[in-house]
């Protein structure tokens, strides 16, 4: 229930006002608002003093006729209600139900309900925020006669699935990619053929884009120099380097690389976004994409250092996005998979064969001070033994043996 | 404009018209395979041709369209009197001038006005609707589609057929956008009335090597003339051209929620997938329907066809066979096992470089098999009929720098492949029977494959009978390469269990999967449909 003192005033019919006066929309505009002037005493008054003297007659009186006058003062109380134009209808409803229902006393009772509700019933159900009960009768459907995408895809009909399948192959992103990779190991044979083959589509489409990426950079960075009238060759080379970076990137990020050449791509992305930087303009682009490939690379290490060397430049829209990246490199970097040595092998190769590429942070924190040893050495990291660079794979777990 | 001017229909061989060619014993026909690619289907009707030098065949190519298929890759055996062939479309054509429409718009109308004429409806539009609006495929829409008293411009411009496709965008995909599904309708039907108008090639029986376009055609011919039909399926048609379309991007699904961050929405298949679907599973029963007996291979299709519509009686497993050479030969030898030699463990991928094969997969398993034992792996098989997924594969080969360790070594006669191998490695994510796998075992090969097809049960037994015996190699799932690598690894390090497989594997074919076998029944299949035709000429009058 609204305010009886703020409706229907200034001739708003949905009881919404302005007080800016400015023309807002119905859906912008403020859901209650303070209106200053004081309601009308004087109805409320006779409305009572009809009552009274209805009252007065049969108790004084008794004549069988007081009845009936009493009756027409009762009905008369309701005159000034219908009268009343701060009320809106549904007030003047519930004021005269107070009056009619409970003579004498009626009309203060109807003056407190009006006071102290919350608000007009129709004015509440104009203003109600209709889209958001849609959205919650939507989600009500979809919970009445959807799966889950794993249940769907197990229990759903041969077409339902492959239109699944076809959807996660559009969407490509790392929800979609994992779950194909889990109805890879599904008991049913032909739902893990269909999770193959688009598994396989989406790796083909990422190499061919990768390849397209590839050639568009070599022109660029190869196109002809003397012709005044094309740009310099370094902006578009930038841009083109930045393409092929974040298309690696985002096949690391997903899941959609093969995994056996995630390390040889996140290195061809690293020269990509080295080539990209000498953009300026792309700082920003290349301080995030570059951390997310880090991420994505299972090196939260670097990343850490990317954002760390692009913050005091960001600006200020970009400056969230890094900080909030930082937190998740920061985290990562506390949960690396110690327990699978590769990782381990694959920074030693990496940090003390080419002098570019340190070793990450947390590598180099448990390992101390210690001068980089030589290749052929090998060190041990807890309960790991990192062979040298020549035999990376034959890494032992020293508490097992 | 008669229907048999629209069908693209050439012919190759002794008889260039097949209308007045001598019939032959047998009419092959296959659908883009022998003897224009070569591949498992092709080798084996190559196999079955000359398995059975007293019969003639003629074979009937269905072909997507002139021009699309190369050289042939076989050598037709003597007793293949006529090579024919249907394609489904038409080269393209030049886009018509001013005049050209006007021509055509006149051709349109007094196309119209004949039909008006018409006293009744075509009975092929009839079968037609009954085959997608009414879900059957039974004799008496093959009936209504014998007639062929539908054009192709009376497909395109009819009135009639006009009304079927309103029909069934109310009907069957009244989701469906009415533009997207009327160029649909034209690319549906318009290689079935060519096939229609195809002239009929005589023979004594039909074999179909498939469902699908050859399916009908020859149970349309088959009806026609009266004569047997025999189909053999060593892929399920149906189901092949539905993994097709689910990757097909000319066809989109709708799905709620694809843009919300969900993991739940309710998807919903196009329509238009499903007419095609529908189709599709339409042609494979109407083949059912018509044939005498069903081939297959295994009991898994056996099962998928059944789904589809076959009757249960109807259907034989006829597996494939190989030629024995001998007893196990004597490398194998337990001799061989007590002293395995000192040398690294030699694996083949034997097929076509082709993305089916998912060598991809097999090239992983090599290279995390070769973190762990010395491995030679071999890719044996033609890579020219998806260059740029061979490119591919040799690429990923080169950056996982396995070039010395995997080797692409081209197609060889068999008979140089497996005597040189102690493994058999198979990725694919289809399959129906492989030969491979057979001649392996031939050879005392144990095998690794995917769970697809017959692999199972070529692996660990069909029957009682064939479990008793052992497994033969290693299954694997699909798209699975430390699968396939810890299998790879195993055989390496067991020298007697991979003799033990081997030794199960030649067991396996001696017992079950010889080449005589196999043509031994075709021989008796044919004879019955032969004897059949022979005995209703003499009833009749």
């Known amino acids: 229930m609204s305010d009886p003192r703020t409706s229907q005033q200034e001739g708003d019919p949905e009881g919404v006002s302005n007080p800016a006066g400015a023309d807002v929309p119905a859906g912008e505009a403020p859901v209650v608002a303070p209106r200053p002037t004081r309601p009308p005493v004087a109805p409320w008054i006779a409305v009572s003093m009809a009552d009274l003297v209805g009252l007065g007659l049969v108790v004084g009186v008794q004549e069988m006729w007081t009845l009936f006058a009493a009756a027409g003062l009762h009905l008369a109380a309701l005159l000034p209600i219908a009268f009343m134009r701060s009320l809106s209808s549904s007030e003047k409803a519930l004021a005269a139900s107070f009056v009619f229902a409970f003579p004498v006393l009626g009309a203060p009772l109807a003056v407190l309900a009006l006071e102290h509700g919350n608000g007009d019933l129709a004015s509440d159900l104009t203003q ?59 008991s049913d044979p032909d739902l893990a053929v269909d999770a193959a083959l688009a598994l396989e589509e989406m790796t083909v489409s990422f190499d061919a884009r990768l390849a397209a990426c590839r050639e568009a950079l070599a022109a660029a960075q190869d196109g002809p120099r003397d012709t005044a009238a094309l740009p310099p060759p370094t902006l578009p080379a930038a841009e083109a380097a930045l393409a092929a970076a974040e298309l690696i990137t985002h096949a690391i990020d997903v899941g959609v690389a093969d995994p056996a050449l995630v390390p040889a791509l996140a ?73 699978g040595p590769s990782a381990l092998a694959s920074y030693q190769v990496r940090a003390w064969s080419h002098a570019r590429r340190p070793p990450p942070l947390t590598a180099r924190r448990r390992l101390g001070n210690l001068p980089p040893p030589p290749l052929s050495a090998s060190i041990r990291v807890g309960p790991v033994q990192v062979p040298g660079a020549a035999a990376t794979r034959k890494v032992r777990h020293v508490g097992r043996e | ?193 060519r096939l229609l108008a195809a002239p009929t090639v005589v023979a004594r029986c039909y074999h179909a090597v498939a469902t699908g376009y050859a399916g009908l055609l020859a149970a349309l011919w088959s009806y026609r003339t009266g004569r047997p039909l025999m189909v053999t399926e060593h892929g399920i048609y149906a189901r092949e051209r539905d993994m097709e379309l689910a990757r097909a991007d000319w066809i989109r699904d709708e799905a709620g929620g694809v843009s919300e961050p969900r993991s739940t929405w309710a998807p919903r298949v196009s329509p238009l997938r499903r007419l095609w679907s529908s189709f599709f599973k339409a042609l494979s029963r109407i083949a059912y329907v018509q044939a005498r007996h069903i081939i297959t291979l295994s009991d898994v299709n056996r099962n998928k066809q059944i789904a589809d519509g076959a009757p249960p009686e109807k259907i034989e497993i006829v597996p494939n066979g190989v030629a024995l050479h001998g007893s196990l030969p004597e490398k194998r030898d337990r001799e061989d096992v007590v002293a395995p030699p000192a040398r690294r463990l ?28 010395d491995v030679e792996a071999r890719v044996i098989g033609p890579s020219d009929e998806d260059p740029s997924y061979a490119a591919r594969c040799r690429q990923l080969v080169g950056r996982l720098g396995r070039t010395s360790h995997i080797q692409f ?104 999967y010889q080449r005589g076998d196999m043509l031994a029944r075709y021989r008796a299949l044919y004879r019955s449909l032969i004897e059949t035709t022979a005995a209703e000429a003499a009833e009749r009058p």
């Open chain 1, 267 to 339: 290195g061809e992305a690293r020269d990509d976004y080295a080539l990209a930087g000498a953009d300026s303009t792309q700082a920003d682009a290349v301080a995030i994409g570059r951390t997310h490939l880090e991420l994505g690379a299972l090196r939260p290490d670097t990343a850490l250092a990317c954002i760390d060397a692009a913050l005091p430049t960001a600006g200020p829209e970009i400056r969230p996005v890094l900080l909030s990246l930082r937190e998740e490199a920061l985290l990562a970097s506390h949960a690396l998979p110690w327990e």
């Open chain 2, 1 to 193: 404009m008669s229907a048999a001017s629209d069908t693209a229909l050439a012919s190759v061989g002794v008889s260039d018209d097949p209308v007045i060619a001598a019939p032959a014993d047998v009419c092959l026909l296959v659908e883009g395979t022998y003897p224009f690619v070569s591949g498992g289907v092709s080798s084996w009707v190559h196999d079955v041709i000359c398995g059975h030098p007293e019969l003639t065949f003629a074979v009937l190519y269905v072909g997507s369209y002139p021009g699309a298929h190369g050289e042939a890759r076989f050598k037709l055996p003597p007793n293949v009197v006529g090579l024919h062939r249907v394609f489904c479309q038409d080269a393209a054509l030049a886009p018509l001038d001013g005049a050209g429409r006007a021509s055509l718009r006149e051709q349109i109308h007094a196309l119209r006005v004949a039909m008006d004429a018409r006293p009744s409806k075509s009975r092929v539009l009839a079968g037609l609707e009954r085959m997608h609006v009414e879900g059957e495929a039974g004799t008496d829409v093959l009936a209504a589609l014998a007639c062929n008293d539908l054009t192709l411009p009376e497909l395109m411009h009819g009135r009639s057929s006009f009304q079927l496709l309103t029909t069934i965008a109310e009907r069957v995909a009244p989701d469906a956008p009415f533009l997207d599904l009327f160029w649909h309708y034209r690319a549906i039907f318009a290689p079935v009335l």
């Open chain 2, 346 to 373: 030699r694996v083949g991928f034997v097929g076509r470089v082709v993305p089916i094969k998912d060598l991809v997969t097999f090239v992983r398993a090599c290279d995390i098999a070769l973190g762990v034992v």
């Open chain 1, 128 to 186: 109600a925020p209709t889209a958001l009960a849609d959205a919650v009768a939507t989600d009500f459907g979809r919970l009445a006669v959807a799966l889950p995408s794993c249940e769907a895809l197990t229990a759903g009909t041969v077409e339902e699935r492959r239109a699944i399948i076809a959807t996660l192959v559009r969407r490509g992103d790392a929800d979609a990619v994992a779950l194909l990779r889990w109805a890879l190991g599904a």
């Open chain 2, 409 to 512: 070594v081209g197609p060889m006669p068999p008979a140089q492949i497996y005597g040189d191998l102690d493994l058999v490695v198979l990725t694919s994510f289809s399959e129906g029977q492989p030969l491979v796998i057979l001649e392996a075992y031939a050879w005392g090969v144990p095998v690794v494959a995917t769970d697809v097809g017959a692999c199972r049960e070529m692996i660990e037994g069909r029957g009682e009978d064939d479990r008793h015996i052992g497994p033969s190699g290693f299954v694997t799932r699909v798209a699975a390469p430390k699968e396939t690598a810890a299998a790879i690894i195993k055989l390496a390090r067991d020298v007697r269990l991979r003799w033990r497989m081997g030794a199960a594997g030649h067991a396996r074919v001696t017992a079950f």
